[in-house]
């Protein structure tokens, strides 16, 4: 650590030796980083340590430090009285923190772990980019005794210690993930500084290394993107074919891409090992041994949790409620409390009442009871006659006070305590001011007075003229400052009114409740009386007795010993306020030996903390007590600290029966206290209760595995005068059997009456009547809830094993959130996290609650450390308690919500982690191991063959599921059909007939014109390109020739001029100049495919196809004849080529499909033709119309609407490049009103820009003057499921500017059949349907009403063009399916693609694809295509064409992209959808399988500290929403996640990408 202490501690002067005690316990609680202790710890001792030689005087230099320290003023400060630790207390010990120190349990827990140990868990270790949190700062690589070097020399040893791990991972790395993974924490901590620092520097550095070192076939992915990026914008749209790999294969084919087997994998990518290590920890057996699959018919059924038939049951006799001894009846009781402090303050005026400490734990102010009289009389007089005027007072008697005083000031407070009672307005004492929660309570209180000091209102936050701020959440407050300068004396006569006591309320004392609510139980004045009774009794307090009170004295056993029965008793107590404890720990054992006191009241931290400075005092003696009244002692892991605390200091006195735990809630006041025992009696007994039978509720005495035993001590009997029984925790209040763990309730005088101003809780908490097991009720006492759980043992003694607080009930069981958390502490957690600050709680998803364990990470814990601490808590609650953890999370130091006196607020932690904003910088889920009750994979029922599903479907009254298209025979075109097969040919007839008709107009950014083409200009330049290809290209008939151009008017003419000469045209993007890299290879890849013979381009691209940027992406010098078609020779064609056959080849149409398979089908003349024509009719186009076309012109039906349709029809077409749009968003929709266009299309990134980039400009759309009430049809181009929210969000944003409602539509078309559907003009509206998520995962359609849970919202994809037929198929089986199911749509019609262009001709893929039969049920034996995507047909109400009913195809997804995950079929956008919504930072979604593991990648658009939030929020609602447990979750910056030209997202290649370790991830967090 730090320099070796001198010689030996006790050398050193003592207050030295006390400020290292201290120094310690702030470590020790976390109050200070290791770092600081040992800078702290070496300056301290710096004076007795020998000069070490040549040390660099800079280094002893105090650097500033690294974050503010967190107590607020240093113990040193002398000014740190009452002030300091006001408002501004810095967090502190934690209210839960060393009770847990349990040396029976750390046993149980290594030796579990031992136990695990032999089976070796190899966890894989989440991946972080090194930047991310702020926690994780650089120097982690220094090693520890650098810590105050200046900052450039840490950088220049991390720099070393890098090279050095760099050299050592480079060869050995694959053996380093193992190692780091597997090692074990268990390396002694005493490890050479310079081994830590290496192993630190290897973990920071290996991402590096293989971001270098890794060599290996995967070239980036080349690019076929449209040239449109801004550089800052996402990286452009991409299409990515995979690496190397052509298709004409398809779906079901088996892709054997390098990376689909795990032994694909290159050997260094961290990813894969770290899968394959999940993998190989999921292979271990789960605990709840899943059933049998079954095979289920229609609904998912989510396993319920059966009993364990084994389970303990209670098998004791119905208890009864047990009595306390009674209330004896002492004559000199006064009548009420303000009575006794009325006779001691006239009587024994002298008398001391209360001493109060300075900072340094030295007596500072004794209160007499004549001063405690006195004052209490000024300040109740000033309350009721000086605040207001004489008519009109501030305060009536009744009026609720809320009382803030600093915890290091209990005079002021006893004063202000009594100044109450005797004013009789009810006092309300609050902690610290300023939380919400605590206003919540003011308000239902109706309080509008507070008291206060004067420091303490100084500290107070002003606003600029000098009033309070008002807090969040609180009322207005007037507040009155009550230090004794500012009360008026009471004049003589005037006396309060003191009457016996009655039910009227007393005082007011707040709790927090489980759900972080805090409410007021009110005390009435009769209970408070009988209660210091019941107290005087129990304890034997005789009057003058001194006791030492280390509680907080505004609450609880504080309040109800030190400041209520203290008066009662004439007692002398000496307050030792938390503030004195941190400074000095040993002081309480100081005051009880320098005052001989009788009783001290502490918790198991004071307890603790004694033990840790004992060793500064020698000469203490606690011989004088007779009472140790233990107030947490209900805890159960209290036994050890007290046996601790005995075992060391019996030699100094302490007599072991003085100890006496005692149980207290706020409602029922003290449940039970061990009473003084007899010297040389022997000591009560302890329970060695069975972890297993606890969590069933059930007391068992542990026997098989001492490992899982809970050792309890008894607190002792019922109090005097009370009565306790013990219920059912949950239900009615029935009374448990004599071997049941239930919850203590008792009925006595001295107990809170009601929750303040809550009159529905109150009664279920304050009025119980048990009942017993048939439901009668037992008597008519009503009981009080305690809150805590327990049972009467043997001999009437009462144990308490939990608090209903802390109750977590998973799969039945229950389980106590402070067992849980001292079983995570006995894991040596020392150098990972800070005891005190654990928060244990449970959430609820998927029907069950799942446990949550959240600590906070010391700053100089190293990754590896902390994981390794992560993975063993799993194991030893696991063991232990026999409960899965589901999320473990460790969240920077100081940053957990804080309870006013240190310990963590485990609601607003709740809280905090449901909403995503805990900020962790380590996680670790396992929801593999803790969600057993998922439903059961499903199984394909075998031997079912189509001919039997079809005559089921039949009998079931269900029609075959197909439809089709208006019949094209009947609808006679005029003589253009009959006369001209081929397009060239209408494209001559058109230049003779009307030459001067304009045909197309292409728009820029700024939507001027920059060129049209009229028939014949079309024609005529045509003609020259084609010349151009015979005599410098030497092409012949048939040869291919790629179309490299932007898209435009060039683009039309050199497809016309291809026909013309015989050629077949084949369009592609150009490639991007920016980014040659990623999109030159895949311009290069059809080049090659097509085994094109020339390309035509313009001499821009001709340039850049030879530049040397071109050279560095492929090799240049392969190209085919490259011509540019900017200056053509005026040379008239000898003669225009016609085809033989319509079936001939007229172009070909390249794509990369989202699966990323490039793919190049054939179309035939004939198929032209059918295409335009079906067009033509569906949206009613002839030459007087005009149509508008936002979309890329390269494939589909995109490149058909755009160099196609205008020809055959006549209309005319104005373009629009999509790129343009990124200049100027309102483009497309100025150019529609401008033009007053009827019909237009676009591309869903196009709907979206204007979504995005428009929406909140509406009002300037209208000032422009745009108007889109001409738009009779806006269709969105595409091959997908329509995304309804996007087209309906477009709808309502343009309403305003006149949009129609019915406008909108979008068409769907495939590979095989590039326009299947399109809305066009006649015929109903696109119809939308919600169906059943779980129904479609089992390929069946269920509709069900909007909102229905688990709903779809889908839509029509556009009305089935003339021609065209479809049926839906199973694609496994090929027979026909019913209406209700979802299967693959087939299509057959005369414009289906001939088959696909691939360099291997697959004859079996061909027949497949594109001429397949059904196996059953088609007599006619129809030719079908193949889409690829699933869909279903539904009959609407709605009336078609036709006049039959009309029946409306919807297109769910493609068959390639599902996921076939627990035997359900999966659509990735459903689970894209959930997971989008679950957090403001997603920005973009998408998730693919590995090796049946689901890995979901997210982009973040918030700060990185959110990346970790993310893990939970994910896992959670794709449980919730779609029964599936995510494998990993990889957080990724916006823009990683890539999207084609289309707009559609690239899996494929996210997935590739994410296996070849490409993304640079934020976050991968690997769930167990």
């Known amino acids: 650590m730090a320099e070796p202490a001198p010689a030996g501690v006790s050398s050193l002067p003592r207050e030295v030796r006390e400020q290292l005690a201290e120094l310690e316990l702030e470590l020790s609680e976390g109050d200070i980083t290791q770092k600081g202790y040992e800078k702290k710890r070496a300056k301290l001792l710096a004076p ?40 501004h207390r810095a967090r502190s010990g934690g209210a839960r923190d060393e009770r847990y120190r349990s040396d029976i349990h750390t046993e149980a827990v290594q030796a579990a772990l031992a136990k695990h140990k032999e089976q070796k868990m190899a966890l894989p270790m989440p991946t972080k980019r090194r930047s991310t949190f702020v926690q994780s700062p650089a120097d982690a690589c220094t090693p520890p005794d650098t810590s105050s070097a200046s900052e450039d020399e840490g950088s220049l040893r991390r720099q070393a210690a890098l090279s050095a791990a760099l050299h050592q991972s480079l060869q050995n790395a694959e053996s380093w993930i193992n190692r780091s993974v597997q090692g074990s924490s268990t390396s002694s901590s005493a490890s050479s500084t310079l081994s830590h620092g290496e192993g630190k520097g290897t973990s920071g550095s290996l991402a590096d290394v293989f971001a270098n070192t890794r060599i290996e076939n995967f070239s980036v992915p080349p690019d076929v993107t449209a040239t ?18 052509v298709k004409g294969m398809h779906k079901g084919s088996n892709r054997s891409s390098l990376m689909d087997t795990a032994d694909g994998v290159p050997v260094s990518s961290r990813v894969s090992t770290k899968i394959q290590q999940l993998l190989n920890t999921l292979k271990r057996p789960k605990r709840p041994p899943l059933k049998e699959f079954f095979v289920d018919d229609f609904e998912e059924i989510v396993e319920v949790p059966q009993p364990d038939p084994n389970q303990p049951k209670p098998e004791g006799r119905q208890m009864t409620p047990v009595k306390g001894e009674p209330l ?34 030295k007596p500072v102010y004794t209160l007499t009871y004549g001063k405690l009289w006195s004052r209490s009389l000024k300040l109740a007089y000033t309350l009721l006659n000086k605040l207001g005027t004489k008519n009109e007072p501030v305060l009536k008697p009744g009026d609720r006070v809320a009382l803030v005083y600093p915890n290091n000031d209990p005079v002021m407070f006893m004063v202000a305590f009594y100044g109450c009672l005797l004013a009789e307005v009810i006092p309300v004492p609050i902690e610290d001011a300023g939380g919400q929660q605590i206003g919540f309570l003011l308000g239902s209180c109706g309080i509008a007075l507070a008291l206060t000091t004067e420091v303490c209102l100084k500290g107070l936050p002003k606003t600029q003229n000098g009033e309070i701020v008002q807090f969040k959440g609180w009322p207005r407050l007037k507040w009155v400052v009550t230090d004794s300068k500012y009360l008026s004396k009471s004049p003589k006569d005037w006396q309060p009114n003191i009457s016996a006591a009655g039910t009227e309320p007393a005082y007011i004392e707040y709790k927090t409740s489980k759900e972080g609510s805090v409410m007021g139980v009110t005390v009435s004045r009769v209970a408070m009386l009988a209660h210091c009774q019941a107290l005087s009794q129990a304890c034997n307090y005789s009057e003058g007795e001194t006791i ?30 938390y503030s004195v404890m941190k400074t000095c720990p040993l002081s309480w054992v100081q005051r009880v030996h320098a005052h001989k006191a009788k009783v001290a009241l502490v918790k198991c931290r004071d307890l603790h903390w004694a033990m840790m400075a004992h060793r500064d005092q020698r000469d203490v003696s606690l011989s004088s007590l007779r009472m140790l009244i233990v107030t947490d002692g209900a805890n159960p892991w209290s036994v050890s600290s007290c046996d601790a605390f005995l075992s060391l200091f019996q030699s100094h006195g302490l007599k072991p029966e003085a100890i006496c735990p005692c149980a207290t809630s706020p409602e029922a006041m003290t449940i039970a206290i061990r009473r003084p025992g007899v010297p040389g009696a022997p000591l009560p007994g302890r329970a060695i209760l069975s972890m297993n039978g606890l969590s069933f509720g059930v007391i068992r005495v542990n026997t098989e595995d001492k490992n899982s035993a809970l050792t309890v001590q008894d607190v002792g009997h019922v109090m005097p005068g009370g009565m306790m029984c013990i219920v059912k925790p949950d239900g009615p209040p029935q009374l448990c059997k004599t071997d049941e763990i239930g919850e203590i309730c008792v009925s006595s005088r001295a107990g809170g009456m009601m929750y303040y101003g809550l009159a529905g809780v109150t009664k279920n908490t304050f009025e119980v009547i048990p009942v017993n097991s048939s439901g009668s009720p037992v008597g008519e006492v009503p009981f009080v809830r305690s809150g805590l759980l327990g049972f009467v043992g043997p001999g009437s003694l009462v144990f308490v094993v939990g608090k209903m607080d802390g109750l977590l009930m998973v799969s039945g069981r229950r389980h106590n959130a402070d067992d849980i958390v001292a079983t995570g502490l006995a894991v040596e957690s020392i150098k990972t996290v800070y005891r005190g600050r654990i928060a244990v709680f449970s959430v609820s998803v998927f029907y069950d609650e799942r446990i949550v364990v959240v600590a906070e990470q010391r700053p100089d814990a190293s990754e590896e450390d902390s994981f390794q601490w992560m993975s063993r808590v799993l194991q030893a609650i696991d063991s232990i308690h026999q409960v899965g953890v589901y999320c473990l999370a460790l969240v920077p130091a100081n940053t957990l919500p804080k309870t006013p006196l240190g310990g963590i607020h485990i609601s607003q932690t709740k809280q905090h982690f449901l909403e995503g904003s805990l900020h962790p910088c380590n996680i670790l889920m396992c929801p593999h191991t803790c969600v057993t009750n998922l439903p059961k994979p499903r199984q394909k029922q075998p031997g079912v063959g189509p001919a039997s599903v079809m005559v089921g479907n039949l009998v079931a009254g269900k029609r075959i599921a197909q439809a089709q298209g208006r019949d094209l025979g009947q609808l006679e075109d005029n003589d253009l059909v009959k006369k001209h097969q081929f397009l060239t040919e209408v494209l001559q007839w058109r230049a003779q007939a009307t030459p001067d008709h304009p045909l197309f107009l292409l728009l820029n950014a700024k939507g001027t014109t920059v060129c049209t083409a009229t028939c014949l200009q079309l024609h005529k330049k045509a003609e020259r390109i084609a010349s151009v290809l015979c005599d410098k290209g030497h092409l012949n008939a048939g040869d291919n020739v790629v179309l490299l151009y932007p898209p435009g008017i060039e683009l039309i003419t050199a497809f016309y001029g291809c026909l013309y000469a015989g050629c077949v045209p084949v369009t592609v993007r150009p490639p991007h100049a920016q980014s040659l890299t990623a999109t030159l290879p895949t311009v290069r890849m059809i080049v090659e495919v097509s085994k094109a013979a020339c390309i035509l381009t313009t001499q821009t691209l001709m340039r850049l196809l030879k530049s040397r940027e071109a050279a560095g992406a492929v090799d240049v010098k392969t190209w085919p004849t490259i011509i540019d078609t900017d200056d053509l020779p005026r040379k008239r064609l000898a003669q225009i080529y016609k085809p033989p056959t319509p079936e001939m080849l007229a172009y070909l149409d390249f794509s990369v499909s989202t699966t990323g398979m490039l793919t190049g089908v054939k179309m035939s003349h004939a198929a032209v033709s059918g295409l335009c024509r079906a067009i033509k009719l569906q949206c009613e186009l002839y030459s007087s119309r005009q149509i508008a076309i936002c979309l890329d012109p390269y494939c589909g039906l995109g490149f058909v609407l755009w160099c196609l349709c205008s020809v055959y029809s006549g209309h005319q077409s104005v373009l629009i490049p999509p790129m343009e749009l990124e200049s100027n968003l309102f483009l497309w929709l100025s150019t529609v009103s401008q033009y007053k266009i009827r019909d237009t299309f676009c591309s869903y990134s196009v709907m979206e820009l204007c979504t995005k980039g428009l929406g909140n400009q509406v009002e300037m759309l209208k000032a422009r003057g745009i108007n889109l009430s001409c738009v009779r049809t806006c269709v969105v181009v595409a091959e997908e499921r329509p995304r309804v929210s996007l087209t309906q969000s477009f709808s309502k944003l343009f309403k305003d500017i006149g949009l129609s409602s019915r406008a909108v539509s979008t068409t769907f078309g495939s590979r095989v059949n590039v326009a299947i559907c399109l809305q066009g003009t006649s015929g109903p509206d696109p119809t939308t349907v919600y169906v059943d998520l779980k129904s479609l995962r089992h390929d069946r359609v269920r509709l069900v009403e909007r909102g229905a849970p688990q709903s779809l919202l889908l839509s029509e994809s556009g009305k089935i063009l003339p021609g065209v037929k479809v049926v839906i198929v199973n694609p496994e089986t090929k027979g026909p399916l019913g209406d209700s199911h979802l299967g693959e749509i087939w299509v057959n019609s005369p414009h289906t693609a001939s088959g696909y262009y691939t360099i291997y001709d697959n004859e079996t893929l061909q027949a497949d694809h594109f001429n397949t039969r059904l196996s059953f049920g088609d007599a006619a034996q129809t030719l079908w295509a193949r889409t690829g995507y699933l869909g279903f047909v539904r009959r609407t109400e709605l009336t078609a064409a036709s006049g039959e009913r009309h029946d409306a195809l919807y297109v769910v997804g493609a068959l390639d992209e599902t996921l076939e995950l627990r035997g359900l079929r999966y659509h990735p956008i459903d689970i894209e959808t959930s997971v989008s919504r679950t957090h403001r930072s997603i920005a973009e979604c998408a998730v693919f399988t590995w090796t049946n593991l689901l890995v979901v990648v997210v982009e973040l658009c918030g700060c990185e500290q959110e990346a970790l939030d993310l893990v939970p929020l994910v896992t959670n609602v794709v449980l919730e929403e779609h029964y599936l447990i995510v494998g990993v979750v990889v957080v990724v910056d916006p823009g990683v996640i890539p999207i084609n030209s289309r707009g559609e997202k690239q899996r494929m290649h996210l997935r590739d990408s994410f296996l070849a370790d490409q993304l640079d991830p934020i976050y991968v967090a690997y769930n167990m």
């Open 548 to 577: 030492v009170n280390v509680l907080d004295f505004k609450k609880d056993a504080g309040l109800w010993h030190g400041i209520l029965t203290n008066v009662m008793n004439k007692l002398h107590t000496i307050s030792v306020p």
């Open 228 to 245: 449109t990026s801004t550089p800052s914008a996402r990286p452009a749209a991409i299409d990515l074919p995979p690496s190397g790999i």
């Open 328 to 361: 004896g009846v002492v004559c000199n009781w006064p009548p009420a409390l303000e009575a006794a402090l009325q006779r001691w303050g006239t009587t024994q005026a002298k008398c001391p009442c209360l001493t109060a400490l300075d900072v340094t734990g």
């Open 48 to 87: 007795y340590v020998p000069q070490t030689q040549g040390a660099d005087p800079a280094l002893q230099k105090e650097p500033r430090p690294q974050m503010p320290a967190p107590s607020a003023a240093p113990a040193s400060a002398p000014s740190s009285s009452s002030s300091s630790s006001k408002f």
